[in-house]
Each structure stands twice: as structure tokens, then as C-alpha cells.
């Protein structure tokens, strides 16, 4: 009977894996609070808030789009960036998550001033992201943007 041996699974230990899995853990969880604080540490004192309305600072955010691009009583979906932005008077223009409140599902289009999720046809309002009409149960979230000359950013 000594074909029949028991022989070990060759690699590493299991308790080595769990060592390694749980450091590599560590290191995340470390790695992400640190960013909180290096962010902290560069305050240089300014008002909150105070880039972002910089005009064309460079703490004022990733440029989105121009004034143009928005179409009025319309809006444009940004799905890198998971925002829309939209024109509801001339001139005037707000920005929502594009994330669905129903699912999570992101929206896809703007058109007769609603912004239109395709998943279970929720709809947005474009002047305050309010639901106006299928099972979403919260408006779309506000984000912040800022709009200087013909640019429009996220702020921040």
C-alpha cells in the first residue's frame, strides 16, 4: 500500500496565505486613511470652498465641458466622471450624480428637461434632480460645479 501515501499539497501554508492576505488588508486600509491626512496637511489655510470658486484655479476640478455643450432645458451625462449637468434656464446650470437612487444604475440621457435612467425608467427632474416618475424613491444628489467664462468644472 505505498502508492497509496499521503503526500502534502505542495506551496505555501495555508497560515502563510492568511498572514499575507490579512497584511496585504492592512496595507489598503492604511494606504486609504493616510489620504485623508496627507489632504489635511497641504491646508494652506484658505476658506473652505475657496478654490473651487477660484476662476480657473487649479484647485478648481476636472474641466467637464463648456456652457455650449449643455443644450438649454437639456442636459449632457458624463458617465466617466458619473454626472450630469444640465441647462434648465439660460445660463443657469446645476449638476446631479448619475447614479440612479433606485438601483444604482447610472442615467443615460437628458431630454424634455428630464433626466431619463433606462434600467426601470426612473426620471429626474433637471432643475433639482427630484424624482418625476418611476420607482426611485430619492432625487438624484446635487454636486457641486463651477462655471467660469465658458467652462464648467467640478468643483473641488
Same mark, same amino acid.
Given at each position: 500500500?505505498? #502508492?497509496?501515501? =499521503? ?30 491626512? @496627507?489632504?489635511? $496637511? $497641504? @491646508? ?5 470652498? $475657496?478654490?473651487s470658486r477660484a476662476a480657473g484655479g487649479e484647485g478648481a476640478g476636472a474641466a467637464l465641458a463648456t456652457t ?6 437639456? !442636459?449632457?451625462? =458624463? ?7 444640465? *441647462?434648465?434656464?439660460?445660463?443657469? =446650470?446645476?449638476?446631479? #450624480?448619475?447614479?440612479?437612487?433606485? *438601483? ?6 437628458? $431630454? ?10 426612473? #426620471? =429626474?427632474?433637471?432643475? @433639482? !434632480?427630484?424624482?418625476? !416618475? %418611476? ?8 454636486? *457641486?460645479?463651477?462655471? #467660469?467664462? @465658458?467652462?464648467?468644472?467640478?468643483? %473641488?
Open positions: 500500500m505505498t #502508492s497509496a501515501s =499521503f503526500h502534502p499539497a505542495t506551496g505555501p501554508a495555508r497560515r502563510t496565505v492568511v498572514a499575507a492576505a490579512s497584511a496585504a488588508g492592512l496595507t489598503a486600509v492604511l494606504a486609504a486613511c493616510s489620504g485623508s491626512d @496627507d489632504d489635511a $496637511s $497641504s @491646508d494652506t489655510g484658505a476658506a473652505p470652498g $475657496s478654490a455650449a455643450d449643455i443644450p438649454e432645458g437639456g !442636459g449632457k451625462v =458624463f458617465p466617466d466622471q458619473k454626472v450630469v449637468v444640465t *441647462q434648465p434656464a439660460a445660463g443657469e =446650470f446645476k449638476a446631479f #450624480s448619475a447614479t440612479c437612487t433606485h *438601483q444604482g444604475c447610472a442615467v443615460k440621457s437628458v $431630454s424634455d428637461g428630464i433626466i431619463n435612467c433606462p434600467c426601470h425608467n426612473s #426620471s =429626474f427632474s433637471i432643475t @433639482d !434632480g427630484s424624482v418625476q !416618475g %418611476g420607482p426611485a424613491p430619492k432625487p438624484l444628489p446635487a454636486v *457641486q460645479i463651477t462655471v #467660469s467664462g @465658458d467652462s464648467i468644472r467640478l468643483a %473641488g
